[in-house]
């Protein structure tokens, strides 16, 4: 195993987008990108492979304006980091985001493994990981919740609903990874230091071998609005009521309403 | 060889002055802070004077994200159903930016000096908290953060009021209640045209409200009120002896305060978008720590540079002098190659001559004054309000001259009282 390519979206903190009460719009301005939670999973996952292997571990994104992200990826155990950067990224869904990292990891040549984590906390859309395998013609391992490294083999538990299934694959191969796989540590202050020093390469869309076309999405947004939570404010214990008396009534409310 | 000249704790005011002045001189300098990014932990009322930053960086109330230029000074006695407030109001008179102050707030403002700092060439690390200082033979040799040990010629603890590594090195004491307060603050967001109406400003000017009677629930300390871009900091700040004995809790206090009927309208319609409470040193001179050891200083707030003198809070002015001066300390203790506590007493030095703690000197019995005046928290201003009552009162019963008006009220406070806290009040303040 020579070269492990890690998958990280540069996300906005989710944390701090705020809702328009009126028009249910949403607010970005308090929000500051980030690594996306899940993938760092991926990218903790990455490190114990390289660990393992002596491989190569490069950190790939793509987005607007991912360059800043590149301290912060390096600063959790990547050796480089590969960035790509095109405004009309903005509107990308999983089909564009998925051919530009594709293009990514072949232009990096001879990917051994490609890892991702299942989804990005802005999008959602749990497709990436599977697209990827499609488009560079790997199997794909998704809900992957842990992984060794056997020989040049990799195997792994995949948390499937009615238990765990054990997998052993060779490279090349797609590894999607749970956010149960492994902790994702925070950075230490040398980590951080480290990172200053290691390579942030920029990429075009030329030189992952692409076209304009790839950045082109199919699904187009059309709005995004805030969901309205409503409440039905039920009263249950009035004035001189029991605490018994309520509870029944809360029982039967719950069991007409199909909760129960 | 050590990792770096100077390693400085905290990113506050303080420590990012620090860091600026000392990399500006050419030295190799890391911050740790413990918050996400650079200001997200910190507190403060809202106003800047801008003075020593000035000095340091001219002009930088054009670059720097300053909220509004304080030009309406008011003062607020409060009872419960009454307000009496001295307003001044002068755009020219506060024009120079030598002594022009302005309302911040602290997640944009420190982002942006340590963002200079880290510009002139440090190292700034955020998540890092500084857990442990290294010591080799007595001697401090760095900070342990975490499993990293980073090493330094010379530490700066600028990590606040609470500084627990100040405590550690046996430079100060755990901190008295009777030497420190809680600040507890809202931040409600408002349009723009609706704080210039409130508040009669135009773009870019602000007003400061400092509040004493009700505000504090008659506790020694007060309220305030600073207007932003587009956004108020309504909050208080009272002593943590009286906070201790009280049984009301900080945020109803401050509900209480921002439902008053003089303070509600204005910040009627606002939606509060931030909670925050924090310490404030407030024993002055009296609580004054050892500023330094060998190879150590101790800045701002942590070395207790802060001064609540009523009618109005300084704390930020000092930290970044103090960071300037101790920068300029550590940068003379470089180039004799000794970063002993002889060599870095400079420090103190400095500082006496500087006016950190030449107000402090000049205000140190404020603290004392303002603790031991419980009066000035009830029965002034409920004196205020009864005198005013009593002139603008009109409701057909013979009239009285205003001295026959106010004696009686006066007299239920006591005139020596009055006298005596008026001389008192005068000389510390
Ligand atoms: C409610 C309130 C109102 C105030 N009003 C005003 C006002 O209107 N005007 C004014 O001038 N002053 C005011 N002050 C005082 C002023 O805010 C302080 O004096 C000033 O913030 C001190 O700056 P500093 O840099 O010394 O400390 P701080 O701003 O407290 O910065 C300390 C920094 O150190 C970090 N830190 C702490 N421990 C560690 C560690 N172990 N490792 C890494 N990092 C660490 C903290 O996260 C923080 O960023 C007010 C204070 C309060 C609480």
Same mark, same amino acid.
């Given at each position: 195993?020579?070269?492990?390519?890690?998958?990280?979206?540069?996300?906005?903190?989710?944390?701090?987008?705020?809702?328009?009460?009126?028009?249910?719009?949403?607010?970005?301005?308090?929000?500051?990108?980030?690594?996306?939670?899940?993938?760092?999973?991926?990218?903790?996952?990455?490190?114990?492979?390289?660990?393992?292997?002596?491989?190569?571990?490069?950190?790939?994104?793509?987005?607007?304006?991912?360059?800043?992200?590149?301290?912060?990826?390096?600063?959790?155990?990547?050796?480089?980091?590969?960035?790509?950067?095109?405004?009309?990224?903005?509107?990308?869904?999983?089909?564009?985001?998925?051919?530009?990292?594709?293009?990514?990891?072949?232009?990096?040549?001879?990917?051994?493994?490609?890892?991702?984590?299942?989804?990005?906390?802005?999008?959602?859309?749990?497709?990436?990981?599977?697209?990827?395998?499609?488009?560079?013609?790997?199997?794909?391992?998704?809900?992957?919740?842990?992984?060794?490294?056997?020989?040049?083999?990799?195997?792994?538990?995949?948390?499937?609903?009615?238990?765990?299934?054990?997998?052993?694959? @060779? &490279?090349?191969?797609?590894?999607?990874?749970?956010?149960? /796989?492994?902790? #994702?540590?925070?950075?230490? !202050? +040398? %980590?951080?230091?480290?990172?200053?020093?290691?390579?942030?390469?920029?990429?075009?869309?030329?030189?992952?071998?692409?076209?304009?076309?790839?950045?082109?999405?199919?699904?187009?947004?059309?709005?995004?609005?805030?969901?309205?939570?409503?409440? @039905? &404010?039920?009263?249950?214990?009035?004035?001189?009521?029991? /605490?018994?008396? #309520?509870?029944?009534?809360? !029982? +039967? %409310?719950?069991?007409?309403?199909?909760?129960? | 060889?050590?990792?770096?000249?100077?390693?400085?704790?905290?990113?506050?005011?303080?420590?990012?002055?620090?860091?600026?002045?000392?990399?500006?001189?050419?030295?190799?300098?890391?911050?740790?802070?413990?918050?996400?990014?650079?200001?997200?932990?910190?507190?403060?009322?809202?106003?800047?004077?801008?003075?020593?930053?000035?000095?340091?960086?001219?002009?930088?109330?054009?670059?720097?994200?300053?909220?509004?230029?304080?030009?309406?000074?008011?003062?607020?006695?409060?009872?419960?159903?009454?307000?009496?407030?001295?307003?001044?109001?002068?755009?020219?008179?506060?024009?120079?930016?030598?002594?022009?102050?302005?309302?911040?707030?602290?997640?944009?403002?420190?982002?942006?000096?340590?963002?200079?700092?880290?510009?002139?060439?440090?190292?700034?690390?955020?998540?890092?908290?500084?857990?442990?200082?290294?010591?080799?033979?007595?001697?401090?040799?760095?900070?342990?953060?975490?499993?990293?040990?980073?090493?330094?010629?010379?530490?700066?603890?600028?990590?606040?009021?609470?500084?627990?590594?100040?405590?550690?090195?046996?430079?100060?004491?755990?901190?008295?209640?009777?030497?420190?307060?809680?600040?507890?603050?809202?931040?409600?967001?408002?349009?723009?045209?609706?704080?210039?109406?409130?508040?009669?400003?135009?773009?870019?000017?602000?007003?400061?409200?400092?509040?004493?009677?009700?505000?504090?629930?008659?506790?020694?300390?007060?309220?305030?009120?600073?207007?932003?871009?587009?956004?108020?900091?309504?909050?208080?700040?009272?002593?943590?002896?009286?906070?201790?004995?009280?049984?009301?809790?900080?945020?109803?206090?401050?509900?209480?305060?921002?439902?008053?009927?003089?303070?509600?309208?204005?910040?009627?319609?606002?939606?509060?978008?931030?909670?925050?409470?924090?310490?404030?040193?407030?024993?002055?001179?009296?609580?004054?720590?050892?500023?330094?050891?060998?190879?150590?200083?101790?800045?701002?707030?942590?070395?207790?540079?802060?001064?609540?003198?009523?009618?109005?809070?300084?704390?930020?002015?000092?930290?970044?002098?103090?960071?300037?001066?101790?920068?300029?300390?550590?940068?003379?203790?470089?180039?004799?190659?000794?970063?002993?506590?002889?060599?870095?007493?400079?420090?103190?030095?400095?500082?006496?001559?500087?006016?950190?703690?030449?107000?402090?000197?000049?205000?140190?019995?404020?603290?004392?004054?303002?603790?031991?005046?419980?009066?000035?928290?009830?029965?002034?201003?409920?004196?205020?309000?009864?005198?005013?009552?009593?002139?603008?009162?009109?409701?057909?019963?013979?009239?009285?001259?205003?001295?026959?008006?106010?004696?009686?009220?006066?007299?239920?406070?006591?005139?020596?009282?009055?006298?005596?806290?008026?001389?008192?009040?005068?000389?510390?303040?």
């Amino acid at each position: 195993m020579k070269k492990i390519a890690v998958c990280y979206k540069w996300v906005l903190n989710d944390g701090d987008i705020r809702v328009n009460d009126k028009t249910r719009d949403l607010d970005f301005e308090k929000s500051k990108p980030q690594i996306n939670e899940y993938d760092r999973n991926g990218l903790a996952v990455g490190v114990q492979l390289k660990e393992a292997s002596g491989a190569e571990l490069i950190g790939i994104t793509c987005g607007v304006d991912t360059e800043p992200s590149a301290k912060d990826a390096l600063s959790r155990g990547p050796d480089m980091v590969y960035y790509l950067n095109d405004p009309a990224l903005a509107q990308a869904d999983s089909a564009a985001s998925s051919k530009v990292l594709a293009g990514m990891v072949r232009s990096l040549g001879d990917v051994d493994v490609v890892l991702c984590s299942e989804c990005s906390s802005d999008d959602f859309a749990q497709q990436v990981g599977p697209r990827l395998g499609a488009l560079l013609g790997y199997p794909v391992i998704s809900y992957v919740s842990a992984v060794k490294l056997e020989g040049d083999a990799l195997v792994m538990d995949r948390k499937l609903e009615e238990g765990t299934e054990s997998v052993k694959v @060779k &490279a090349p191969v797609v590894v999607v990874v749970s956010p149960d /796989v492994c902790e #994702a540590p925070i950075p230490s !202050v +040398k %980590q951080i230091l480290g990172a200053k020093k290691k390579p942030a390469n920029a990429m075009d869309l030329a030189g992952a071998g692409l076209g304009p076309d790839a950045v082109k999405p199919m699904v187009t947004v059309q709005s995004v609005k805030a969901p309205l939570t409503s409440r @039905k &404010a039920v009263n249950l214990l009035g004035d001189g009521e029991s /605490v018994a008396d #309520a509870v029944a009534k809360l !029982v +039967k %409310q719950l069991s007409t309403d199909g909760l129960l | 060889m050590a990792d770096y000249d100077a390693i400085v704790v905290g990113a506050g005011l303080s420590g990012s002055t620090a860091a600026y002045c000392m990399a500006k001189a050419g030295l190799s300098v890391l911050v740790l802070e413990r918050g996400d990014a650079a200001g997200v932990k910190n507190v403060t009322g809202g106003r800047l004077y801008g003075h020593s930053l000035e000095k340091i960086i001219p002009g930088f109330a054009s670059e720097a994200p300053v909220e509004r230029k304080i030009v309406r000074e008011r003062v607020t006695m409060m009872t419960e159903d009454s307000c009496f407030t001295a307003d001044f109001h002068s755009a020219s008179r506060f024009a120079d930016p030598a002594c022009a102050s302005y309302s911040v707030l602290r997640a944009e403002f420190d982002a942006w000096l340590a963002g200079k700092a880290e510009e002139a060439g440090c190292d700034i690390v955020c998540p890092a908290h500084a857990d442990e200082l290294l010591e080799e033979n007595g001697k401090i040799t760095g900070v342990k953060a975490g499993d990293d040990e980073l090493t330094a010629e010379v530490v700066l603890l600028a990590d606040g009021v609470n500084s627990l590594l100040g405590q550690k090195a046996g430079l100060k004491k755990e901190l008295s209640p009777h030497h420190v307060a809680v600040g507890a603050k809202e931040v409600i967001e408002l349009p723009k045209g609706v704080i210039n109406d409130r508040f009669g400003l135009n773009d870019g000017e602000g007003a400061a409200n400092l509040f004493a009677g009700f505000a504090s629930g008659g506790m020694v300390g007060g309220g305030f009120l600073y207007t932003n871009k587009e956004s108020l900091c309504l909050g208080l700040v009272i002593t943590v002896a009286d906070m201790a004995k009280s049984s009301i809790r900080l945020p109803d206090l401050l509900e209480k305060f921002r439902d008053h009927p003089a303070v509600k309208p204005l910040v009627a319609g606002g939606k509060l978008v931030e909670y925050s409470a924090h310490l404030v040193p407030e024993g002055g001179l009296a609580m004054l720590p050892a500023l330094s050891a060998d190879n150590l200083l101790l800045l701002g707030d942590a070395a207790g540079f802060c001064m609540n003198l009523g009618y109005t809070v300084r704390g930020m002015d000092l930290a970044i002098a103090s960071g300037q001066l101790a920068a300029e300390t550590v940068v003379e203790a470089k180039g004799k190659g000794d970063f002993s506590n002889a060599a870095l007493s400079g420090y103190k030095s400095k500082l006496e001559q500087s006016f950190v703690l030449k107000d402090m000197q000049t205000h140190k019995h404020a603290p004392d004054f303002i603790e031991h005046t419980p009066r000035m928290f009830k029965e002034y201003p409920a004196l205020a309000a009864d005198v005013f009552t009593q002139l603008f009162r009109v409701d057909g019963t013979p009239s009285k001259l205003m001295l026959k008006k106010a004696l009686p009220l006066i007299s239920k406070v006591g005139f020596l009282n009055l006298i005596k806290d008026g001389l008192k009040g005068t000389r510390a303040l």
